[in-house]
């Protein structure tokens, strides 16, 4: 069988972590072939600093979190908060996009959700759906929740369920590397605790990530 490569594709910096750390540290530690696409610089989360101040903060924040994971191939598109579509329409980000597809035919493709309430991840759901269909590359794309409320998926929904019970504290740890962003640890890490354990008791597992199938 050949080797798998990953691709995840995130408006901000913490997304990756938020979404799937357990299972990018898991894909790690076996030496799977990983990307990280990150759209922004996440340069609006400190509208009191300058742009590029916040940038450069938070993309040493995040390499350091991507080191605790085990994943080193990072790259951002460097696009502005609130603009992704209208950017990416434009035409440059949409072929780096492409190019990045094509030099690295992944396996599979994780993304944000259609229905997170973040509007940026949900342009960037509707970007990389939009891109592989046009480009007409088969491969299976999962998509995560990140400000999703904690909920149960129908039985019948195809899934992939990746047992995270060795990694969920690689997680935790990676994204406390984030530590200008208090406002989001302190709004949204309880639920990350919540919903990995409540996926992992459901299926015999002490942490779990579930993933909806969408290609």
């Known amino acids: 069988m050949a080797r798998d490569t990953i691709m995840a594709f995130c408006a901000h910096n913490d997304d990756p972590i938020l979404g799937l750390g357990?299972?990018?540290?898991?894909?790690?530690?076996?030496?799977?072939?990983?990307?990280?696409?990150?759209?922004?610089?996440?340069?609006?989360?400190?509208?009191w600093l300058k742009k590029e101040v916040t940038a450069e903060m938070r993309m040493k924040e995040a390499n350091n979190s991507f080191e605790v994971l085990g994943c080193k191939n990072v790259i951002y598109l460097g696009l502005d908060e609130g603009r992704f579509l209208e950017q990416v329409e434009a035409g440059d980000p949409k072929?780096?996009?492409?190019?990045?597809?094509?030099?690295?035919?992944?396996?599979?493709?994780?993304?944000?959700?259609?229905?997170?309430?973040h509007p940026d991840h949900r342009a960037v759901h509707s970007t990389i759906l939009k891109t592989i269909d046009e480009m007409k590359h088969k491969c299976d794309v999962y998509t995560f929740g990140v400000w999703n409320p904690i909920k149960f998926s129908r039985r019948d929904t195809p899934r992939l369920i990746v047992d995270i019970s060795e990694t969920f504290g690689t997680k935790i740890k990676a994204f406390k590397c984030h530590k200008s962003q208090k406002l989001t640890e302190y709004s949204i890490l309880w639920s990350i605790y919540l919903k990995d354990f409540?996926?992992?008791?459901?299926?015999?597992?002490?942490?779990?990530?579930?993933?909806?199938?969408?290609?």
């Open 95 to 117: 072929q780096k996009i492409i190019e990045m597809i094509r030099e690295n035919m992944p396996t599979k493709i994780f993304t944000h959700a259609i229905d997170d309430p």
């Open 22 to 47: 357990g299972t990018l540290a898991k894909y790690a530690k076996k030496r799977k072939k990983i990307t990280i696409v990150i759209f922004s610089y996440g340069e609006l989360s400190h509208p």
């Open 198 to 215: 409540f996926n992992g008791l459901n299926r015999g597992f002490r942490h779990a990530e579930v993933f909806t199938k969408i290609r």
